[in-house]
């Protein structure tokens, strides 16, 4: 296994375009829990969804990145996003996994606790939700491909299991619907709306445990 040290060392292995997109509420309630969605265009697309679900629930905020686990941008972009918005979040849903596939899986492991860790230093959270990779509709090499996203997924379960964070497994649900893909990565309205409403679930069930 690679020291994380060795991966910052190693700098950012960018892909053609490198995005980052953030999205607040209009007209945030302070009456209402914030909510906040990490992840990547996947994310990006059920996030509307989110936000129609938990309408007069929650406040729903996003931050999707194009980076991925192993770029030593990760954790400070979303320390950034984090100061930037100077709130309380009661939830944060989150995922990385799609992008990065010039990082090996040996790296992705090295450096999935500093993201973790970041994800954990989001100040006055009280719920965790892990989101699992969603499949593709066919490998690609070099790419995304299913056996490094299924590889990614265990990856991440040996981290956020043991600390007890919540799991939304959106790979296993779009398993079941790879004929709502829109492109080899991304899925329609329907499914994407699918996404959203899993998502917006698993975040209310965790809500109701802070009485929220």
């Known amino acids: 296994m690679l020291h994380p040290a060795l991966i910052a060392q190693s ?18 309630s302070p009456a209402l829990p914030n909510v906040l969605l990490i992840g990547d265009s996947i ?7 989110v936000t129609k679900d938990l309408e007069g629930i929650a406040n729903v905020y996003l931050m999707a990145t194009s980076a ?20 309380r979040f009661q939830v944060v849903h989150f995922n990385n996994g799609m992008h ?11 450096a999935f606790p500093s993201f973790l860790h970041a994800i954990q230093n989001i100040p ?17 090499s070099p790419g995304a ?3 490094r996203i299924e590889a990614r997924n265990r990856i991440a379960a040996s981290f956020v299991r043991p600390a007890g ?20 990565v991304h899925y329609r309205e329907p499914g994407a709306a699918l996404m959203g409403d899993r998502a917006a679930a698993t975040i209310r069930q965790e809500l109701s445990k802070s009485g929220k």
């Open 11 to 28: 700098g950012s292995l960018p892909e053609p375009v490198e995005w980052t997109w953030e999205v607040r509420p209009p007209a945030p």
């Open 43 to 49: 994310t990006r697309a059920y996030f509307p969804q």
């Open 68 to 87: 991925s686990i192993g770029d030593p941008r990760l954790p400070r972009q979303i320390a950034g996003f984090v100061s930037l918005e100077r709130i």
């Open 100 to 110: 990065g596939w010039d990082y090996t899986e040996v790296q992705y492991r090295a």
């Open 124 to 140: 006055t959270h009280s719920w965790l939700i892990w989101a699992t990779t969603t499949p593709v509709q066919s490998d690609q």
């Open 145 to 147: 491909s299913n056996p």
């Open 165 to 184: 964070i919540v799991t939304d497994d959106q790979h296993a649900l779009m398993a079941m619907h790879q004929d709502q893909h829109e492109d080899n």
